[in-house]
C-alpha cells in the first residue's frame, strides 16, 4: 500500500500528505522518482524533504525541524483554495463506488450506531485537491454501496454531479487498499478495479467489496515494489512501524 501511494505522487508536486501511510510514503517518493515533491501538511508544516526521525503523526517533533515552513492550518489549507495542491491523500472508514468518503457516522445520522472522528481537514482536501488518492483497508463493510454519511465528496451521485455541486477539484484519481487500486471510469465516474496486488485474486477482491465491482480494459497486476523502493522504505520506517 505504501509503495502504491508513493507512485502516484509525481515529481515537482504539491502533495497534502495526511496521516499515517501517506507519511512514509511520501519519504518514499522523494528518495525516488519524486525528489523535489513538496509535502503539506494540515498541521501548518510543508517540507522539501522527508522529516529526519520517525513520524507517527503530523504533529511530532521531526516534522517541524528542518521544515521549509512552519505556520498555521488556516494558512497551509489556503493553498487549497487557491489551486496550488496537486494532490491529496486522505483514509476513511467508508467508501462508496463514486469515491465518497464517510469518516463521520455509521448508521442513521440523526441515530447513528457508530459516531467517527469527523472531517478534520478531508472534505477540503477532497472538494480542492487537483485530484484525491484514498487509502484503506479493502474489506465489505468499508467498501459499500452508498455511504452511510458523505464527509468528503468523491463524485457525489456520478457522471458529473461533483461538477454541477460547483467543485474545483478533480475528484478521486486511486483507491488504493491493501488488495487493490480502483480507479473511476467511464462516464458514471464509478470505481472500477484496475489493478490487483501480487498474492490477491478477482474473486476474492469481488467478495471484499460491497458493490458490483467492475473491472477497467485496462487491468493488471500492481507492479511488486522493487529493491529501489523497499531500500528506500527501509530508509524512511528504520524502525518497520508502518510495515
Known amino acids: 500500500m505504501i509503495i502504491a501511494a508513493a507512485r502516484e505522487i509525481k515529481d515537482s508536486e504539491r502533495i497534502f500528505v495526511g496521516m499515517r501511510l ?4 511520501y519519504g518514499v517518493a522523494r528518495l525516488t522518482h519524486a525528489p523535489n515533491a513538496v ?3 494540515e498541521s501548518g508544516v510543508a517540507r522539501y524533504e522527508p522529516a529526519d526521525g520517525m513520524l507517527y503523526t503530523m504533529c511530532d517533533g521531526p516534522n517541524q525541524l528542518d521544515a521549509a515552513w512552519t505556520t498555521g492550518l488556516i494558512q497551509v489549507m489556503g493553498l487549497l483554495s487557491g489551486g496550488r495542491v496537486h494532490a491529496g491523500f486522505i483514509g ?3 467508501i462508496d463506488r463514486f469515491g465518497n468518503i464517510n469518516t463521520s457516522y455509521i448508521g442513521d445520522t440523526d441515530n447513528p450506531t457508530v459516531k467517527l472522528p469527523g472531517s478534520g481537514g478531508a472534505p477540503d ?3 480542492m485537491a487537483g485530484r484525491l488518492i484514498a487509502i484503506m ?3 465489505k463493510r468499508r467498501l459499500v454501496e452508498r455511504v452511510s454519511y458523505i464527509t468528503s465528496p468523491g463524485f457525489i451521485d456520478g457522471g458529473d454531479s461533483r461538477k454541477k455541486a ?4 478533480g475528484g478521486p484519481a486511486a483507491v488504493i487498499t491493501d488488495r487493490a487500486i480502483l480507479r473511476p471510469h467511464g462516464p458514471e465516474n464509478a470505481l472500477h478495479l484496475s489493478s490487483i496486488h501480487p498474492g490477491h485474486t478477482l474473486e476474492e477482491i469481488k ?3 460491497g458493490w458490483d465491482l467492475r473491472s477497467a480494459p485496462d487491468l493488471s497486476e500492481t507492479p511488486a515494489p522493487s529493491k529501489v523502493e523497499m531500500d528506500a522504505l527501509h530508509q524512511i520506517d528504520k524502525d518497520g512501524f508502518w510495515r
Open 22 to 25: 501517506p507519511i512514509t510514503a
Open 39 to 41: 509535502g503539506l501538511f
Open 92 to 94: 476513511g472508514a467508508e
Open 125 to 127: 482536501i477532497a472538494a
Open 137 to 139: 483497508n479493502h474489506q
Open 166 to 169: 460547483g467543485l474545483e477539484g
Open 207 to 209: 467478495e471484499n467489496t
